[in-house]
């Protein structure tokens, strides 16, 4: 990894200390270029001719996300953030009455709020799995629970928004196998940060954003879909890309991940993410991902030097979302006095985690997020600033 050429890469590093790619990272030079190149051929040759002249590159991208993750390209749809991605999969689950959900406490509130819907509209049962004593989900509570046969679903933030916690995957997608039930892994926070192997963790679905730790365009995500469950899913809208007329009354839904992708996208963001997968390919994430854990433990480690500091990031091995509050003082006012000061962070509101923070009795928190093209130096100038705060 030649860290130099990274941050020479990396435009915004010049003038910002940028802890936030928990919320949107920056990106490298290559993808900004990719998307601005794009556009402006879009507007000298006209979308439809610039998307056919592009045809095979664009294609492509659905390879360079598939070798980010270990799957087959038709595994891939393409989608516009995390969240259409996971909710296009969910919803079209085909849900019943007392079906079973099992959560983390610590999953992401767009989430938790599907699952209530369910509960409500259909009657699905959504329950919460214990914690061990680190915060990640209960292994042996869940093969408990699986055993009674019951369960339709296990639904998991890979790693949540509101800090370091990373769960378990691996082993969870073990006994999801074991006990033929499905495992959908929301990897919002994961793809990009830390190794995301669709035939490790063995999950049926998964879920991720461009922006974040992939280094991608905002307005970009993807859906990832094992293969054996094409036949039967039924995607809860359909238009003329997803599925095809093949007379006066009758349609035929694709036979790939693509049935849950629609027609109108935009080309060029695509293609910035297709950069960014291959970027963090080349460097290879369990590279980065070390890197990121050391600097994530390095801040932790320095912030407790800062009066009235608590720290609240659960997990026995932490990636590199740090969270904290500073005592008596308002976590949104303190991000404000950083950003004036050129230091990006950002708050995590109870509401993105609020099963999580009621629990722990956690109002809106302090949210640094560390990336590898950070440094150590940063992060002392950070804390710096941080104690030099009114
Ligand atoms: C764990 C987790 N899941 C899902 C999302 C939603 O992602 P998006 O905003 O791309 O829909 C986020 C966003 O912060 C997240 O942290």
Request: neutral net charge; glycine residues 8%.
């Amino acid at each position: 990894m030649n860290f130099e050429n990274i941050r020479k890469e990396t435009l915004g590093l010049e003038n910002l200390i940028h802890f936030n790619s928990a919320g949107s990272s920056l990106p490298p030079r290559c993808v900004t270029d990719t998307v601005v190149n794009y556009l402006v051929q879009e507007g000298q040759v006209g979308g439809y001719e610039q998307f056919e002249i592009e045809a095979n590159r664009l294609e492509f991208v659905y390879d360079q996300i598939s070798q980010l993750i270990n799957a087959n390209r038709e595994e891939i749809a393409l989608m516009e953030s995390a969240t259409r991605a996971w909710i296009s999969l969910f919803y079209s689950l085909e849900w019943k009455k007392g079906q079973v959900i099992l959560t983390s406490q610590t999953d992401y509130a767009s989430n938790f709020i599907s699952y209530l819907q369910l509960q409500k509209e259909k009657g699905v049962i959504l329950e919460v799995l214990p914690q061990s004593k680190h915060g990640e989900t209960c292994l042996q509570s869940l093969e408990n629970r699986l055993q009674k046969g019951d369960v339709k679903l296990v639904s998991l933030s890979h790693i949540p928004t509101n800090g370091g916690l990373i769960q378990p995957v691996e082993q969870v997608g073990a006994l999801t196998q074991k006990y033929n039930c499905l495992f959908l892994l929301d990897a919002c926070q994961s793809v990009g940060q830390c190794p995301t192997d669709v035939q490790k963790i063995q999950c049926d679905f998964l879920t991720a954003t461009g922006r974040k730790y992939l280094r991608g365009p905002r307005g970009t995500g993807f859906l990832y879909v094992k293969k054996k469950h094409f036949s039967w899913l039924n995607p809860f809208s359909l238009d003329l890309f997803s599925a095809n007329l093949t007379s006066k009354n009758s349609y035929e839904v694709r036979q790939d991940a693509r049935m849950f992708e629609s027609w109108e996208s935009s080309p060029a963001l695509r293609l910035g993410l297709g950069q960014a997968c291959e970027y963090a390919s080349k460097l290879g994430i369990e590279n980065t991902f070390e890197k990121i854990k050391q600097l994530g433990n390095f801040l932790r480690q320095e912030l407790q030097q800062v009066n009235g500091i608590e720290i609240h990031d659960l997990g026995k091995e932490k990636g590199g979302i740090v969270s904290f509050t500073l005592k008596n003082k308002d976590s949104l006012k303190v991000k404000k006095e950083l950003s004036q000061r050129k230091v990006n962070v950002s708050v995590s509101y109870k509401t993105s985690t609020f099963f999580d923070m009621e629990v722990r009795g956690l109002g809106d928190i302090l949210r640094a997020s560390v990336h590898y093209y950070n440094t150590e130096e940063e992060v002392l100038s950070f804390i710096e600033t941080l104690k030099g705060l009114p």
